[in-house]
């Protein structure tokens, strides 16, 4: 799976074609709030949608009825594709359509002769379809061509997460190719965020709640920034920057992975604390505090399901002495900080007294390991992208993803030369420090 930004897909041309989503009946209102995330997302829709899009190959021509059997089933199956939001007198309203209650409306056939109008005219049907308060808010398209096509689903980020993308992927192609998609059915997210929402307090006086409120608290009540010059002040934003780099090769991910087992680490604890020394030797400060998305996939039925199924944990990397140092102590740091993601954050912000938020963004560094998703092994075989809008952005974050390709990092900040600046040199560090580490341990076992 090769994680992107829409400016950096470049699909081949081909005749495009679209599915919107349309009821055959009104939806029924539903008293089950927003989660959290949903919550955040819908409140800062000022400028545009923020989209996710899985987009995938298969092989000749588009096979209609089997794409069209394929996404009737998908939507069937997953209640967060029947549940959107609506404005109200008072604010807002989610409302659910019934398991049948959505149909598919093809639209025009359109022949593009280059790949930026194929990725433009994706990019207008994403964005026109994926409004937050559309119910439902989603598209799908597919680029028809002779040898190889290529299907694109495309969500309002409140619906889906990175690893649903994942399960769109598998069930669609799965039924695609006519196979039945007779896993277990998948929990409700719609369930989740009544959960969610009803679930018993956790004490104030609760360890993790503390250690939220000190991480809190140690930056002035705010979520931590990059420690490094994006050239941004607080209250601007620029169009957001978007690059993807490969960070480690398949072979130099397995031995900078036995280094920091060595050290009692995993990977990921690795990674954040090459980050955090390139951030001290760029003049930021020897500790890197940042914000690190888990999942909540927390039972099998979650497992399988569409959702947004992420929380965030705090964790300061400390820079000890040297690297392998670092990674002795970031390792059990992270394990500590995982714990804290259980605690629900509208009740990290009731304990805090508010957030403070100086940005619009939030630094964090997210990490998924995509051979271990759904359908992972067909991923590279499909040629499959997680592809997402392009908006704003006025501070720094970071997506680590592992596949059987090695390690790739997409890199989000502010499109204006400082930052530019500050990035380049910020992963040419980083991936100083990843050689260093893997150099120093020459006879090393790589298992």
């Known amino acids: 799976m090769r994680v992107i930004g829409i400016d950096d897909w470049s699909p081949r041309p081909g ?19 927003p989660s959290f995330n949903q919550s955040a997302h819908l409140a800062d829709t ?12 298969v092989i000749g021509p588009v ?42 409306l093809r639209g025009t056939d359109v022949a593009v002769t280059t790949s930026t109008r194929a990725r433009e005219v994706l990019r207008s049907a994403s964005r026109e379809a994926c409004e937050p308060f559309s119910a439902p808010a989603f598209t799908f398209a597919a680029i028809d061509r002779s040898d190889t096509s ?7 980020h409140a619906h889906v997460d990175a690893y649903s993308l994942a399960v769109v992927i598998d ?83 397995a031995s900078f992975e036995a280094c920091c087992r060595e050290e009692g680490a995993s990977l990921y604890a690795g990674v954040l604390s090459a980050m955090a020394h390139a951030v001290r030797d760029l003049g930021g400060g020897s500790t890197l505090p940042l914000l690190f998305p888990l999942h909540t996939r927390t039972i099998d039925a979650w497992r399988s399901a569409v959702g947004w199924f992420v929380t965030n ?35 990290v912000v009731e304990a805090a007294g508010g957030l403070n938020r100086p940005r619009k963004n939030v630094f964090m560094v997210s990490y998924v390991d995509y051979r271990r998703l759904p359908g992972h092994e067909e991923m590279r075989a499909v040629d499959a992208h997680h592809i997402s809008n392009v908006t704003v952005a006025d501070d720094a974050q970071f997506w680590i993803s592992r596949t059987v390709e090695g390690i790739a ?6 499109d204006n030369p400082t930052a530019r600046r500050t990035v380049e040199s910020f992963l040419r560090v980083v991936r100083e420090h990843i050689a260093a580490c893997t150099a120093s341990l020459p006879a090393l076992a790589v298992t």
Do not use: K
Not at 46 to 57: I, M, N, R
Not at 150 to 156: L, Y
Not at 189 to 208: G, I, K, Q
């Open 15 to 33: 005749t495009v074609m679209q599915w919107t989503v349309h009821a055959a009946e009104p939806p029924r209102t539903s008293d089950v709030p």
């Open 46 to 57: 000022e400028d545009g949608s923020t989209w996710l899009a899985a987009a995938f190959d």
């Open 63 to 104: 096979d209609v009825t089997a794409l069209e059997r394929a996404l009737a089933a998908l939507i069937s199956r997953h209640e967060s594709l029947r549940t959107g939001f609506v404005r109200t007198r008072d604010g807002m309203s989610r409302v659910v359509h019934g398991r049948d209650a959505l149909g598919l």
């Open 150 to 156: 290529t299907v694109v689903a495309a969500f309002d």
């Open 171 to 253: 069930e669609i192609r799965r039924v695609y190719l006519g196979d039945t998609v007779d896993d277990p059915e998948p929990g409700s997210f719609v369930d989740y965020c009544l959960l969610e929402s009803t679930s018993a307090a956790v004490r104030l006086d609760d360890p993790r709640v503390v250690s939220w409120v000190e991480f809190l608290r140690a930056r002035g009540g705010a979520p931590p920034q990059f420690p490094l010059d994006l050239g941004v002040p607080p209250g601007r934003t620029d169009r957001c920057a978007i690059r993807v780099d490969t960070l480690m090769s398949t072979d130099e991910a």
């Open 313 to 347: 944990a705090p964790l300061d990397v400390v820079v000890e002495n040297d690297m392998l140092a670092t990674i002795r102590r970031t390792g059990p740091d992270l394990r500590r900080a995982v714990d804290l993601g259980a605690v629900p954050i509208p009740r």
């Open 409 to 414: 990092l997409r890199s989000r900040f502010p």
